[in-house]
């Protein structure tokens, strides 16, 4: 067996996985209850299991050369693949970025498990991109085979209408700097709704209130959604997305209802002289909420490539 793992600033995800890649013994976590991810990894080991023989962690935040280390963005944990190989006997473990993991998952997935926004004039071998909004910004390329991990959405915020230049304002007399995180993440739609309804709630409430039909909070996500495809948008363009861009994310799965008929696609396009090229590109979105720990199960039996 193989311990596999989605490790994100709000929940943890972990499995295991047997040779054709099945996944058994599936556990979610919160993050917060939990000091580092040793304990959480101990809870999850007490039960009675199969020696395990690797495995491979998608982790929210940067991870080594050697894929052997990382540290969470928005958690103060580190995780170090030699530490818990020793402390609980396991074969070698694989450190991925989380967007890589989900990159892998989003190729594999089939066409029932995703919803078309736009059908395209996908590229053959053209590169892919797959982007997510959920508590953080995940940004990551397949290129082939071959996945190319990045922090892609810590990009500086570009605001696009007068609307977005408010929150842009506000967020940076907060923070200093604003990043594409900052607005296109659960905290950002957080944001979002407190900047233009004046109330401070949870991106779990609004996007609840806007798919019950609230109207603040259908402004607050119609905001979202046009921010998100400005961005997705860009990131189709900086690395010539010819064979289409896969949206993921747990606040991209939340609100899919409200995805295609609001703003995105039109975000996506107004790229002024550039527009005629986006429009070719195809977009998706995954419906499958643990996409993640499906590509990190890809990518610990294949070693790390995604099978074409």
């Known amino acids: 067996m193989k311990l596999i793992g989605d490790i994100g600033g709000t929940k943890v995800l972990l499995a295991l996985a047997d040779d054709a890649g099945n996944l058994v ?8 209850e939990f000091a580092n991810f040793d304990t959480l990894l101990a809870d999850y080991l007490n039960a009675p299991h199969e020696p395990i023989a690797g495995g491979c962690l998608a982790v929210a935040g ?14 103060p944990w580190t995780i170090d693949a030699a530490v818990l190989e020793a402390r609980f006997g396991l074969g070698p473990l694989t450190l991925v970025n989380d967007f890589a993991a989900v990159a892998a998952g989003v190729a594999a997935l089939p066409t029932d498990r995703l919803l078309t926004l736009r059908a395209g004039e996908p590229a053959a071998g053209g590169l ?21 991990a990045s922090e892609a959405g810590h990009v500086g915020f570009s605001p696009q209408d007068d609307t977005q230049a408010r929150i842009h304002a506000v967020l940076l007399a907060a923070h200093g700097r604003v990043t594409a995180e900052r607005v296109i993440s659960g905290p950002g739609l957080a944001a979002i709704h407190r900047i233009l309804a004046g109330e401070s709630t949870t991106a779990e409430a609004v996007g609840a209130r806007a798919l019950a039909g609230d109207p603040a909070a259908r402004r607050s996500v119609h905001v979202f959604f046009a921010c998100y495809g400005a961005f997705a948008g860009d990131m189709a363009m900086a690395f010539m997305a010819r064979g289409g861009v896969w949206l993921a994310g747990g606040v991209t799965h939340k609100l899919l209802p409200l995805l295609a008929a609001g703003p995105f696609l039109a975000a996506f396009d107004a790229k002024a002289e550039h527009a005629g090229l986006v429009r070719r590109i195809p977009v998706h979105a995954a419906a499958d909420a643990e996409v993640g720990l499906a590509g990190a199960a890809l990518l610990a039996r294949s070693a790390g490539r995604v099978p074409g």
Do not use: K, M, Q, Y
Request: hydrophobic letters at 45%; proline letters at 2%; charged letters at 20%.
């Open 128 to 148: 892919r991109l797959a982007i997510g909004a959920g508590t953080g910004l995940g940004v990551a390329a397949l290129v082939g085979e071959t996945i190319l």
């Open 62 to 75: 940067p991870v080594s050369g050697d894929g052997r280390s990382a540290r969470i963005t928005n958690l």
């Open 25 to 32: 013994a599936r556990r979610r976590f919160v993050s917060a």
